[in-house]
């Protein structure tokens, strides 16, 4: 059916295989304008496939709101809503991306804030004998960051997010390391499940619904700073209860 046949038909039937007919004759269009715009590019945040797919949605807007009767070219008119409908979904999809990208750094900058803190109760009590002085030994910075990156890591596992990988292993490429990883993973869990109340709550609240403290101070009725020692706490419980931690491999 000739071109303007087939515009003629589908305006007066909107019959869907008339629609995808239009669609399978303009498709070219579509690709090369989405080309020209992954052309210009400036970073590889977003794949070729979206930009044609978000051509591919303009193209369908344009089928679907051509008027021939009123409209210039259907090429002329399609250009427009191609490129539009590329732009527009590429502005959203990168605003999502940097959306998300903010709220995992900040969810990981209080980790750290956390971490680097002492917890509640965890000073040493002076000792009487030496004068007032605290009798704990000094600490080993060494093991302190030893510890504190155990911690993280630990965090990463519990959340899942793909951002951890030991020793940069393919979890595909090897599959011994991949059991080993869900296993640790595992009994991870299972001593989340074993805190107390408050201390479950806040590493579920943060680790699997991705939440950070503040929004958890809003729902356990805490102040910001209480959550963020509660979350230490709890980490360190799992830790001191899971030493074969200590043999697995844990490079950021």
């Known amino acids: 059916m000739e071109s303007g046949l087939l515009w003629e038909e589908y305006g007066r039937t909107r019959d869907p295989r008339l629609r995808q007919d239009l669609l399978q004759g303009y498709l070219d269009m579509a690709q090369r304008i989405a080309a020209t715009l992954f052309a210009q590019r400036i ?5 070729f496939d979206d930009y044609l797919q978000y051509g591919r949605v303009g193209l369908l807007e344009a089928i679907d709101r051509y008027d021939p009767a009123r409209e210039a070219s259907f090429e002329t008119f399609a250009g427009y809503r191609i490129r539009g409908a590329i732009l527009n979904g590429l502005e959203k999809s990168t605003e999502s991306a940097a959306q998300a990208a903010h709220r995992r750094r900040a969810r990981h900058r209080e980790r750290v804030q956390s971490l680097l803190l002492p917890v509640a109760g965890d000073a040493p009590e002076p000792d009487e004998s030496s004068g007032g002085r605290s009798s704990t030994p000094p600490i080993d910075p060494f093991a302190g960051m030893v510890d504190f990156a155990i911690l993280l890591a630990m965090g990463y596992v519990l959340e899942d997010s793909g951002e951890w990988n030991p020793a940069g292993a393919d979890r595909a490429a090897d599959p011994y390391r991949s059991v080993q990883l869900e296993r640790v ?6 001593l989340v499940d074993a805190l107390p109340q ?16 503040q929004a958890i101070a809003e729902v356990l009725e805490l102040s910001k700073g209480r959550v963020s020692q509660l979350h230490a706490r709890a980490l360190r419980f799992i830790r001191e209860s899971y030493d074969t931690l200590e043999g697995f491999d844990l490079q950021l």
């Open 198 to 213: 408050r201390e479950r709550l806040i590493l579920r609240y943060h680790y699997f619904e991705h939440m950070e403290f």
């Open 43 to 47: 970073n590889n945040a977003v794949s």
């Open 185 to 190: 993973r595992a009994r991870l869990n299972l």
